[in-house]
């Protein structure tokens, strides 16, 4: 069982890396030799596949880093 959790949590950190790696290419994407309609195209594809891999993510790693993560926010609200 151990191991099938260690699957999951590798895969879910895999993905949000992934959700990194669209984030970054959406910055890159206004240096190319590209055109105002591929330029807007490319960056609006890029940030459905960051937030989608993102959340996508998420769901593996469970309870515990949701938890983590809206512990964190209403810390930084005052909540």
């Not at 949590?9 to 959700?19: A, D, N, R, Y």
């Amino acid at each position: 069982m151990a191991r099938r959790d260690s699957w999951k949590k590798w895969s879910g950190l895999g993905l949000i890396g992934l959700s990194g790696v669209w984030f970054a290419l959406i910055f890159l994407v206004q240096f190319a030799g590209l055109g105002l309609a591929a330029r807007a195209l490319l960056s609006t594809t890029f940030l459905l596949l960051m937030e989608g891999t993102f959340y996508v993510g998420i769901f593996p790693l469970g309870k515990q880093v949701m938890s983590t993560y809206w512990r964190s926010i209403r810390l930084k609200l005052g909540f």
